[in-house]
């Protein structure tokens, strides 16, 4: 039985710099953090680990797939599998809660614009008409 020592040195480096990201994330970005509450804190712990972790796992993934490539004539390199490296570095590096989390705030954003000029065009439409009196 041979034993794959890859996988496991990856695990653990994974884990290392996971817990490393979830410890000190607040502190590499430069986040106040002095007067937060301690679920506040474990929440950008779970964050930034778990942000870390994926994008080990998606490195894990992404050589996975380049080792089968290589090995075989019939499969070649997809725009996928850079997706997943882009994956990879933004997650290793401690990017990726970070941008998973403005792209939210982006569609958040976006959605209220929406939906506050399809409810200003319904009031613009409500100003042609006459006023009610007041109930009082």
């Not at 779970?46 to 870390?52: D, H, I, K, T």
């Not at 997809?78 to 590096?93: C, H, P, Q």
């Not at 954003?109 to 009082?136: F, M």
Request: with cysteine; net charge positive.
């Amino acid at each position: 039985m041979c034993l794959h020592i890859w996988p496991v040195v990856l695990g653990l480096v994974a884990i290392a710099f996971s817990v490393f990201y979830g410890l000190k994330a607040v502190d590499i970005f430069g986040v106040d953090h002095a007067n937060k509450p301690a679920a506040w804190k474990f929440h950008q712990f779970w964050l930034n680990f778990a942000g870390s972790l994926a994008g080990w796992l998606m490195l894990w993934v992404a050589v996975r797939r380049v080792c089968s490539v290589v090995g075989s004539a019939e499969h070649a390199l997809k725009m996928s599998d850079f997706i997943l490296f882009l994956v990879a570095f933004v997650g290793i590096t401690g990017f990726l809660p970070l941008s998973v989390v403005s792209f939210i705030q982006g569609i958040r954003d976006i959605a209220v614009r929406v939906w506050g000029a399809a409810r200003h065009t319904g009031r613009d439409e409500d100003k042609t008409l006459p006023s009610a009196p007041a109930n009082r």
